[in-house]
């Protein structure tokens, strides 16, 4: 999102303000129903927990990049 924005410093700052304390309250106290993104911060408590979640089967191979498999392998998912 910041290497192509054309708006870099609002970019950057909605990053700041979204994963700070203000940002996490607002995705877990209002209707946005989105996951929270900082560290330890909780999740709306209506939202099913992440852990919980069936994460998609994904056949490696049918990947084209190296780094998708990369970052799917150190986000858990394969």
Do not use: C
Request: no cysteine; net charge positive; hydrophobic share 40%.
């Amino acid at each position: 999102m910041l290497a192509s924005s054309k708006h870099k410093a609002q970019a950057q700052a909605f990053i700041k303000w979204i994963t700070g304390k203000q940002g996490q309250d607002a995705l877990r106290t209002n209707n946005a129903f989105e996951y929270a993104v900082g560290v330890d911060a909780a999740s709306n408590p209506k939202l099913t927990p992440l852990k919980d979640l069936d994460a998609p089967k994904v056949e490696p191979s049918s990947l084209n990049s190296k780094k998708v498999i990369e970052l799917m392998t150190q986000a858990g998912l394969l």
